[in-house]
């Protein structure tokens, strides 16, 4: 027999299964929200004129392309931190932070896992229920068991904090939490910043791992009001992961650019956790590729770039506001009865619309707006020209 003749089929991935459902749709009229892309109002993906502009600096003084140090370029490490954890903070002046440029935000989270499994053989990851679906197989692809803990509370249409704060409590020491940093994929529903604080009195009470995913950030409300969560867990004095993506910030989704940061208690810390991430790294991939973190570093550290860069992502946050806005209030303007403040308030690209798997079917099949089972629905894929046939298919199925 063949050396392949036992392998099983691996699932579909389920969204990548919606994608090709939807390009086989005839319906002229049909929308695809099942995506987890920022399109602008033309339902195109965007191409950031900070990026143009650094690409272009970047063609008109071609440089020859070595290999990269293991950890990547080094002015995109430091302009990561330098979002991350602010610029002038105290942490990265004593140098207690190791980060490393990472292959997207995914390659961010498995540099991580990947490490942690070294240094933590033992652990459990707790992961949010639900969670990004790629959180669970990746931790488990690094060796762990992964459990959820509680987060969406579909009675409630909110989150269900006592549960979290519950089952976080009764978590082993050394536990790896993962946490949605800003922007929860795929609810939309964030806690606050006291419930944060809980979370993070917690978390140092009881010796968790926290693991922040920061794919989302200037999403929200602002970069640093985004990233204003980090500074919670510095002054609690924790050690922590964070994963970067510039995925959609900068609408960079095919070149892979992300980022692991690990602060640590001392710089002599940091850099012995450096060194293992750089090991990771080495046996993985190497090191990493250069074009996407050249492209982000030219644009965050040239201050013309960079104003112009916070102007468009504050555009792409602001557009998606508006859809949220529009949403709620033609929804309700074509008669749907029950409250739907939620969707104002949820934060990022995607809102838990409360619908469920027979209504989304619907949706798809007598009108071929296309989101996920779930209800998750991408609102940066709606825009002014597409909402109104989506907002009267969910009154019709509503
Ligand atoms: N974490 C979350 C919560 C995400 O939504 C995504 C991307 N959809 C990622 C990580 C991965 O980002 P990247 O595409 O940069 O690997």
Not at 239 to 252: A, G, I, Q, R
Not at 270 to 281: G, H, N, P, T
Not at 379 to 394: E, F, P, R, T, Y
């Amino acid at each position: 027999a063949s050396l392949f003749a036992a392998v099983e089929m691996a699932p579909r991935d389920p969204i990548l299964g919606l994608n090709e459902q939807f390009n086989a749709d005839t319906n002229p009229a049909k929308v695809n929200l099942g995506v987890g892309v920022y399109y602008d109002d033309d339902g195109k993906l965007p191409l950031l004129k900070c990026v143009q502009a650094a690409e272009k600096q970047m063609v008109e003084a071609p440089k020859a392309r070595g290999y990269l140090p293991i950890d990547g370029i080094a002015a995109y490490d430091k302009a990561v931190q330098g979002l991350v954890y602010g610029a002038d903070s105290a942490i990265l002046k004593a140098g207690r932070v190791a980060t490393v440029q990472a292959v997207g935000g995914t390659g961010g989270l498995k540099v991580g896992a990947d490490f942690l499994k070294r240094v933590n053989p033992a652990a459990k990851v707790l992961i949010s229920d639900p969670s990004w679906e790629n959180h669970r197989a990746l931790f488990e692809s690094a060796g762990f068991p992964v459990e959820n803990y509680p987060y969406y509370d579909a009675a409630k249409r909110g989150v269900n904090f006592d549960g979290m704060l519950t089952a976080l409590n009764g978590a082993a020491q050394g536990t790896i939490v993962v946490l949605h940093a800003c922007c929860h994929n795929p609810t939309g529903y964030d806690i606050t910043p006291a419930q944060w604080k809980q979370v993070v009195d917690v978390v140092k009470a009881r010796g968790l791992v926290p693991f922040l995913d920061m794919a989302y950030q200037g999403f929200g409300e602002g970069i640093a009001e985004d990233g204003a969560v980090i500074q919670q867990f510095v002054d609690a004095g924790l050690d922590f992961f964070v994963s970067t993506s510039f995925s959609k910030s900068f609408s960079l989704y095919g070149e892979r650019v992300g980022a692991l940061s690990v602060a640590c208690a001392s710089k002599e810390e940091a850099d012995r956790v450096l060194s293992q991430l750089k090991r990771v790294i080495r046996t993985n991939y190497s090191n990493p590729p250069t074009h996407g973190a050249q492209v982000v570093a030219t644009v965050l550290t040239t201050p013309a770039l960079r104003q112009m860069w916070e102007d468009e992502l504050a555009g792409m946050r602001v557009r998606i506001k508006e859809m949220r806005v529009a949403l709620q209030a033609k929804l309700q303007a074509a008669g749907v009865k029950q409250d739907m403040s939620f969707i104002t308030q949820q934060k990022g690209m995607f809102s838990y619309s409360g619908l469920n798997k027979d209504q989304m079917q619907r949706l798809r099949d007598e009108f071929g707006i296309y989101g996920v089972d779930s209800g998750r629905i991408c609102v940066a894929a709606l825009n002014s020209k597409n909402i109104d046939a989506v907002v009267s298919a969910i009154a019709k199925v509503s």
